[in-house]
C-alpha cells in the first residue's frame, strides 16, 4: 500500500490583511512566556523591530490588543499576552489541530475508486 | 463584524514525495483535453522538458501510468490521460472542495470566546 499524504500551509486572515500564522503564533506565545518583546524575539532568533511590527500589525487588526507593551524604566518595557491574546492563540492551535486531523482523513477520498 | 478568513495552499504526497498540487493537476487537465504534452505544456507556459519531467514524477510514484505518452510519427506524439489519471484529478478536486469548505468552517472558531 502506498503511502498517501495530504500536506498543506496554513494562516488567517483578517480584513483581508495577515493576521496569524506559525509564526506570529509562536511569537505570542513566547511573550506569554517571558513577559518581554525582546526576550521572545531574541528567542526566536528575530530582530527587536521585526517582532514589534508583527505585534503592530496583530493589535492593529484587532479591536483589541493582542499584547500590551509598556515602555521601559530602570529594568526595560514590559510585554503582556493579554486575555484576547491567550484565547487567540488557544483557539489558533484548535484549529491547526482540527485540519491536521481533517486532512488525514481526505488522504483516503484521493484514492477513491483508483 | 470583522472578516475573519482561513487560507491555505495543500499538495499531495506519495510515499513522502510530491505527487499533486494544483500546477500537477492543471497539466494533467490540459493533457486530457489536448490529448498532447507540447500543446499541454505550451496552454500553461511550461516548457516541453519541464512538463514531462512533471509527468514522469507522477508516474513513476503511481503503480499505474496517469499518462500514457506515445512517440511520434508524423503528426507528433500522442498523451493520453489514463483512467487513473482521470479519476486522480476527480478526487483531487473533491479534496480541494472539502478543504475549502471546511476552512470556512474554522473560521468561527478562531473567534470563540473572543
Do not use: C
Not at 17 to 25: N, T
Not at 49 to 77: H, T
Amino acid at each position: 500500500m502506498k503511502k498517501v499524504k495530504i500536506k498543506g500551509h496554513f494562516w488567517v486572515e483578517m480584513e483581508e490583511k495577515d493576521f496569524l500564522g506559525p509564526g506570529r503564533v509562536e511569537l505570542l506565545e513566547r511573550i506569554g512566556k517571558f513577559g518581554s518583546l525582546r526576550k521572545a524575539a531574541t528567542s526566536m532568533g528575530l530582530s527587536y523591530r521585526k517582532a514589534y511590527y508583527m505585534i503592530r500589525a496583530v493589535n492593529d487588526l484587532w479591536s483589541q490588543p493582542l499584547v500590551e507593551l509598556k515602555k521601559g524604566g530602570p529594568g526595560g518595557g514590559r510585554a503582556t499576552l493579554t486575555k484576547t491574546g491567550k484565547q487567540f492563540v488557544i483557539n489558533y492551535h484548535q484549529i491547526t489541530q482540527n485540519i491536521v486531523t481533517f486532512l488525514t482523513k481526505q488522504g483516503s477520498i484521493l484514492l477513491k475508486e483508483i
